[in-house]
Nanobody
């Protein structure tokens, strides 16, 4: 079992930046792929970014490519999502997720989820 706790959300103006953090505890963090998803009101949860267990590979949704950066600090069991040039359409609850195998682009690919953190971008 892996427990995930997100933090770092908040209200920011368009063009601003936020850094989300995901603190993991439980089983060996270094063996898990990590992902970030988001869900806006009335919409399905969607993939944002993922990173493999070693940190050597990262994947991004087209909508955030070039603006967001996913990273991990295995020693401290943390994952991060640096979000720059934020847009109002980035407004959503952001979720951290962990997968025991390879991660992926779908919600079903992940085994463990955090409770989410709200990001609101004003225009």
């Amino acid at each position: 079992q892996v427990q995930l706790v997100e933090s770092g959300g908040g209200l920011v103006q368009a063009g601003g930046s936020l850094r989300l953090s995901c603190a993991a505890s439980g089983r060996t963090f270094s063996r898990y792929a990590m992902g970030w998803f988001r869900q806006a009101p009335g919409k399905e949860r969607e993939f944002v970014a993922a990173i493999n267990w070693s940190g050597s590979r990262t994947y991004y949704a087209d909508s955030v490519k070039g603006r967001f950066t996913i990273s991990r600090d295995t020693a401290n069991e943390m994952a991060y999502l640096q979000m720059n040039s934020l847009k109002p359409e980035d407004t959503a609850v952001y979720y951290c997720a962990a997968d025991r195998t390879y991660g992926g682009y779908d919600v079903e690919d992940y085994d463990f989820w955090g409770q989410g953190t709200q990001v609101t971008v004003s225009s």
